[in-house]
């Protein structure tokens, strides 16, 4: 088997693992190189290059904060390495970008130009859904539409159907979940509200809400503070979840919840783009 075929394959394992990675393609050499056209490597999101080959230190570095950035916006990029004398013909120095290529420069003894595209690969998003209540089932089947990895967390005897998820879970313990970017919501509407508040809050999320009102809430609050629960921890769960769009229906409470989780998921990548386009 060959390297390049070493590495498609194990592109193919860790996304169905839904692990994040970054592969970066060489595309273009000119003069000698190390690694040539259609060389590629996958970048873990430590930054460690665990299969491939893209040529050595002259590259790497460059390839390396390219991942890095790829990784915290969710942007494609191209990296084009040249030598100085090279990059003073185009009137840019190593570190600038133009018409979607940031430059570096080779300071090895090749003097070799290489174009490297690099690609972030993403897992799907996490949306954690605990409760079976109509809310919660049309959330889920909602949020699959827009790509997300859905589990629903309820206990068996509350389900009138049979849930649009990707896991399904029976009760409220979580165990392990993919490592991604993730959403938590809570939509028991009265039915196990303090077990799946409580398993919310000790899950690890960008993300809390709870579908209910604030008195609710702050009902809830107040039992599980008494149990011991941390209060900080409690306080950052929006109550009520979603956006304040006049919805009524489940289905329109469901799309106003997943309009605020976009909104949360989005903001990252649009500060990191705009960041870009200033540069």
């Excluded at 919310?200 to 999320?205: D, F, N, Q």
Aim: hydrophobic share 45%.
């Amino acid at each position: 088997m060959t390297a390049h075929v070493e590495v498609l394959d194990l592109v193919a394992q860790m996304k169905a693992a839904e692990r994040a990675f970054v592969l970066a393609t060489v595309v273009r050499t000119v003069s000698v190189t190390a690694a040539k056209a259609g060389a590629k490597a996958i970048i873990a999101a430590d930054g460690t290059i665990v299969a491939g080959w893209i040529g050595g230190g002259c590259a790497r570095g460059a390839v390396l904060k390219a991942a890095r950035e790829a990784l915290a916006d969710g942007e494609p990029r191209m990296v084009s390495v040249q030598p100085e004398n090279l990059l003073a013909e185009l009137g840019v120095r190593a570190g600038d970008s133009r018409d979607g290529v940031r430059f570096a420069s080779n300071m090895c003894p090749s003097k070799g130009t290489m174009d490297i595209f690099v690609e972030p690969v993403l897992p799907h998003p996490s949306l954690v859904i605990l409760g079976a209540s109509p809310v919660a089932l049309s959330l889920a089947a909602q949020a699959r539409t827009l790509g997300y990895h859905v589990t629903l967390a309820a206990r068996s005897a509350d389900l009138t159907a049979q849930p649009d998820a990707d896991t399904i879970i029976d009760g409220y313990q979580l165990g392990e979940l993919n490592e991604a970017k993730r959403f938590v919501v809570v939509s028991t509407q009265g039915k196990g509200d303090e077990a799946a508040l409580r398993a919310a809050v000790a899950t690890k999320a960008d993300y809390h809400a709870f579908v209910g009102s604030r008195r609710k809430m702050a009902s809830l609050r107040a039992r599980l503070i008494a149990e011991g629960a941390n209060a900080g921890a409690i306080d950052s769960v929006k109550a009520p979840a979603g956006l304040d769009l006049g919805a009524i229906t489940p289905e329109e409470i469901a799309m106003s919840i997943l309009a605020e989780i976009t909104r949360e998921r989005r903001r990252g990548q649009r500060a990191a783009n705009q960041a870009a386009t200033r540069e």
